[in-house]
């Protein structure tokens, strides 16, 4: 099963994709957002050409496991892509996420003026392998 994680931000959105078989996830080239409408755009013409099944969607909650302003718009964006797409979109609890991508990225030698970029994507594929591990096929 093919499953899209999307680390969503105000200005980029982090992009993972999983194989086929949905078993390893991949970054791909996030998107920098310019209008909502053309972010949903992006997200399905994606979803569409790569067959997703399922979309994970990274939830921001607090260290202490409650809501904040961005985790509200979090979940208003992936409520938006529910309503638009007929592939489930599920909540996957990010905390921490983005910590473990850049130190993936900073061990893998791979800090450079795209970091940003590269970070947000890497933390699309933080959230899902956790999504992964524990819906395993």
Not at 76 to 86: C, G, V, Y
Not at 115 to 125: E, T, W
Request: hydrophobic share 40%; charged share 25%.
């Amino acid at each position: 099963m093919r499953v899209l994680g999307i680390d969503y931000g105000q200005v980029r959105v982090g992009l993972a994709l999983t194989d086929p078989e949905g078993r390893m996830a991949f970054p791909r080239p996030a998107l920098t957002r310019t209008t909502r409408d053309g972010l949903f755009e992006a997200l399905l013409a994606l979803i569409q050409a790569e067959g997703v099944e399922a979309v994970v969607v990274g939830l921001p909650l607090t260290l202490d496991g409650d809501d904040s302003l961005t985790t509200r718009q979090t979940r208003n964006f992936a409520e938006s892509l529910a309503r638009r797409t007929s592939a489930p979109v599920h909540l996957m609890d990010e905390r921490l996420s983005s910590a473990a991508a850049e130190a993936q990225l900073k061990e893998a030698g791979l800090c450079s003026r795209k970091r940003k970029s590269r970070l947000d994507s890497q933390a699309a594929v933080q959230i899902l392998e956790t999504w992964i591990a524990q819906n395993p096929a």
